[in-house]
């Protein structure tokens, strides 16, 4: 069946003329569909004719709560979300005071396989489509009655790894007649895919480009972060000096830090060479204690901070989340599949 809300607008007026339908008629669906219609029978104002021949042939998106927590401490609410096929991913909506910011996940899983990261631990099992993406966004605001204004791809997967569905995505949340969220109001974070980089690089988009750099040097990176042996850290660093060169875009570089690993005052100072000559932020993330990584929160953040801002590096820690709730990335998909093999088993 036709996946309905992952088309745009002009490619929704193309299908109503391929069905012998007035092109008028893609308008009015567009806009149910982005308000959370999740049926064709609520949409009033299309004929019950119509109305029967869209639900033959189309399919609407909308996934189901199976796990709604909230923080008794900051009010963020993780939610584990059950798509049409059974396989579960999370979205998380926090409390800032700029406004309301979902953190959404771009894929069933994750490969590259980082070692200190809960959502690659069962790896990658699918892309998620443009409509389960817009839906993270929409009925995480319809359920919470929080108005979205702030998006951030950074939860489970790698968006320049499902790049074309992620570019469909963004369109369509961006859309006027849509839920109408700024590029200006969206970051996306990336492992470090290159050529993914290389073309936002290209388009020229007004979103925020955050890299998950962890570690300068290619030893280190490489013993945390699969990709680095695909992607050197030293390619990474270039192409996004070539990023600001050609969007003037800053750059924002997450950092979680690693006790004996990554917290070295030389790996500070290399931070800083590498980003000589390009404006950049480093975001320190103090490390979640994920049960089956080796790895522990560093003891050595403020002192971090302090050797990157005395080389004139703009630096935050960022502020720990639904503490109490399994906020971080992929821990509560992983506790509902450790239920369900236990389930099987039983």
């Keep these: 069946m036709v996946d309905i809300k992952s088309m745009n607008l002009e490619e929704m007026r193309t299908y109503f003329q391929e069905i012998g339908e007035p092109s008028f008629r893609a308008k009015q669906v567009f806009t149910w569909l982005h308000r959370g219609a999740r049926s064709f029978d609520e ?15 189309c399919r609407i998106t909308v996934p189901t709560v199976a796990r709604k927590q909230e923080s008794r401490l900051d009010g963020t609410i993780k939610y584990l979300w059950e798509l049409q096929d059974g396989n579960c991913i999370e ?44 839906d993270q966004v929409l009925f995480t605001q319809l359920d919470s009655g929080r108005q979205i204004s702030n998006i951030v791809l950074m939860g489970i997967g790698e968006p320049l790894d ?17 839920m109408n969220i700024g ?5 996306l974070s990336t492992c470090g895919v290159i050529p993914g980089i290389e073309y936002l690089a290209q388009q020229h988009f007004q979103l925020t480009l955050s890299v998950s ?9 490489s013993r945390i972060m699969p990709v680095n042996k695909k992607y050197d850290v030293e390619e990474l660093f270039a192409v996004c000096h070539r990023y600001f060169e050609m969007t003037g875009r800053r750059i924002s570089f997450e950092y ?6 990554n917290d070295h005052d030389w790996q500070a100072d290399l931070i800083a060479k590498r980003l000589a000559g390009m404006p950049g932020h480093v975001n320190l993330i103090p490390l979640n204690n994920v ?14 901070q302090k050797r990157l801002e005395s080389h004139g590096i703009a ?9 109490d709730i399994d906020a971080s990335c992929g821990q509560l998909r992983r506790k509902a599949l450790e239920e369900k093999e236990g389930n099987s088993r039983q």
């Design 256 to 261: 979680a830090m690693i006790d004996g690993v």
């Design 213 to 221: 750099l962890h570690a300068p040097d290619s030893e280190t990176r």
């Design 162 to 178: 499902n790049r074309d569905n992620v570019l469909k995505f963004l369109e369509l949340v961006n859309h006027h007649d849509g």
């Design 291 to 304: 049960v089956e990584s080796p790895f522990k929160p560093s003891r050595r953040v403020a002192a971090f």
């Design 315 to 323: 630096t935050t820690v960022r502020r720990s989340l639904g503490g």
């Design 43 to 57: 949409m009033s104002n299309l004929a019950k004719v119509l109305r029967c021949k869209l639900s033959q042939a």
């Design 91 to 134: 979205t998380v909506l926090m409390k800032y005071h700029h406004g309301n910011t979902v953190c959404i996940s771009s894929q069933v899983g994750c490969r590259m396989g980082c070692a200190f990261c809960a959502s690659t631990v069962a790896g990658r099992v699918r892309d998620l489509t443009a409509s389960e993406m817009l």
């Design 183 to 187: 590029m200006r109001h969206i970051s």
